[in-house]
T-cell receptor, first 117, second 109 residues
Framework: GAVVSQHPSWVICKSGTSVKIECRSLDFQATTMFWYRQFPKQSLMLMATSNEGSKATYEQGVEKDKFLINHASLTLSTLTVTSAHPEDSSFYIC?????????????FGSGTRLTVV | GQSLEQPSEVTAVEGAIVQINCTYQTSGFYGLSWYQQHDGGAPTFLSYNALDGLEETGRFSSFLSRSDSYGYLLLQELQMKDSASYFCAVTTGANNLFFGTGTRLTVIP
């Protein structure tokens, strides 16, 4: 089945530094990937849609200059949290859209737990 | 914008049946999905409805009424391992997936 690998699974960084999270589709090509953020005991909030070879589409309220998304190939999308602050501490999850939704077409990465200290 | 509402918590007894409701207000509706998420884990796909009616997948069933903007997930023969958070999610025209508020299910012996 479709596999999405997300790395790192957890990261601790100092306030003011940048952190890069990778999302790879291992056995299929993903022209579109999605990035979500989830705070404890809350829902997954769509941050942006990452499109291979073009600019990402950000949801309202998400700072595109703070959350840099690069989708340089059909199997890799990266999310860089720039100048991280403690309020950016969260669980970040990527997903890739492979086939029609009724076949479970959205495959999720295992998530990255970011802690900013 | 998108709005999907679910009950925040549900508790049920092992072996019983539980229904988790979802009401939504969205634009560009294509279908309603259900996902399970254990603490610290990624969401896993359970079921999908594009048309009105009931879809059955083993112990899980999902129902959709597009005219009522309403759906539910039915879990039968509850097991302790079913304790998790359950999310409904809407697929829009841009293939975006928007999640509901989530329901934390606790199964008790």
């Amino acid at each position: 089945g479709a596999v999405v690998s997300q790395h790192p699974s957890w990261v601790i960084c100092k306030s003011g530094t940048s952190v890069k999270i990778e999302c790879r589709s291992l056995d299929f090509q993903a022209t579109t990937m999605f990035w979500y953020r989830q705070f404890p005991k809350q829902s997954l909030m769509l941050m942006a849609t990452s499109n291979e070879g073009s600019k990402a589409t950000y949801e309202q309220g998400v700072e595109k200059d703070k959350f840099l998304i690069n989708h340089a190939s059909l199997t890799l999308s990266t999310l860089t949290v720039t100048s991280a602050h403690p309020e950016d501490s969260s669980f970040y999850i990527c997903s890739a859209f492979r086939t029609a939704p009724y076949s479970g077409g959205y495959t999720f990465g295992s998530g990255t737990r970011l802690t900013v200290v | 914008g998108q709005s999907l509402e679910q009950p925040s918590e549900v508790t049920a007894v092992e072996g019983a049946i539980v229904q988790i409701n979802c009401t939504y207000q969205t634009s560009g509706f294509y279908g309603l999905s259900w996902y399970q998420q254990h603490d610290g884990g990624a969401p896993t796909f359970l079921s999908y409805n594009a048309l009105d009616g009931l879809e059955e997948t083993g112990r899980f069933s999902s129902f959709l009424s597009r005219s009522d903007s309403y759906g539910y997930l039915l879990l039968q023969e509850l097991q302790m391992k079913d304790s998790a958070s359950y999310f409904c999610a809407v697929t829009t025209g841009a293939n975006n997936l928007f999640f509901g508020t989530g329901t934390r299910l606790t199964v008790i012996p």
